[in-house]
């Protein structure tokens, strides 16, 4: 019986499971795919704060090594849900059940992309999906931003303000974005507005050098040319696995109070799954120690 199931290894569970282990818990840290969640695929993090400059992939080994250093069992095996029991809960996996006195969801989001031919070959050399992130890597050049909510706008609002021009394209003649939003980034004159418009390809070998774009409304082709492509259509948490215990809200994110703790008393969420405004790494390791401390006090 484990104080603590942690599922998902990304920098909020990993973060969880070194609260814990240095709180004396016992604690098994459960991962589908790779160790470090979406951090492992950042080359150049320059946010975090202390440290100018990291290897995202560097990061999550080191903080992988420094919980297992400290005792964390690890498991590389996919989370099917999660059975309440009397006083404890059994963790689904695919090799088979494991009990916890507390959970810690940490499961983290996907991003939608595009679905274009090619597409994947682009990641890290061009296309990138946080402008907050990666924005100031290109300082004076030219950006493309693809989608038409407010996150959309306001990343190409906060990206006018760093590079040359920006290109916003959207498939819609209007935007769901708010209002004001979508006449500041009107106002702005290196905002360059695609509307009715949809990528079709990419330019650049190795990396992206530009966009062809097809007006659907005129059906012209234009193409454009960018140093960077950010997607920003949308992020598809994957928590309805656990919707029978713990509520979320509409858009699939687990609603939590400022503790982390969830609607079921044991069951705490870190990190990017939860309902929350920002997420970035500095946002998802203070899940994972507020998580951590909150199961901890249950647990005492
Ligand atoms: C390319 C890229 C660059 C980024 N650059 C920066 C940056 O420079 N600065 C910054 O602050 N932020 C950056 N971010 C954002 C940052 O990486 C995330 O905010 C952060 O990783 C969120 O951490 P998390 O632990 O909540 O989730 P994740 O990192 O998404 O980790 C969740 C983990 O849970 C696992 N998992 C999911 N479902 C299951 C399941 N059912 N069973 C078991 N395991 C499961 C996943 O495989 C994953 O490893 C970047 C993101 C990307 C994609």
Redesign the pocket.
Known sequence: MYDSII?????????AALYLLRSGKKVLL???????????????????PGIPHMD?SDFADKLLSQVTDFGADIDV????GIIKKDDFFDVI?ENGPVSGKTVII??????RTLGIEGENNY??KGI???A???GPFYKGKVAAIVGGGNSAVQEALYLSDICANVHLIHRRDSFRAEKSLVENAKNKDNIIIHTDSVISSFIGENQIKGLTILNKRTSEVTDITCDVLFEAIGRIP?NN?FSDLIELDGDGYVIAKENCATSCPGIFV?????QKNI???????A??STAALAAVDFLN
């Open positions: 599922v998902g290894a990304g920098p909020a569970g990993m973060t459960l991962e589908s795919d790779s160790f470090g969640g979406q951090i492992a695929s950042a080359p150049n993090v320059e946010n975090y995202g095996t996919r989370v099917g996996t940490a499961v983290g989001v996907k991003h990641y890290g990138s999906f946080c907050v992130c990666d994957e696995i870190a990190g990017d799954c939860r997420r970035q790494l500095t946002t998802a390791v899940d994972g």
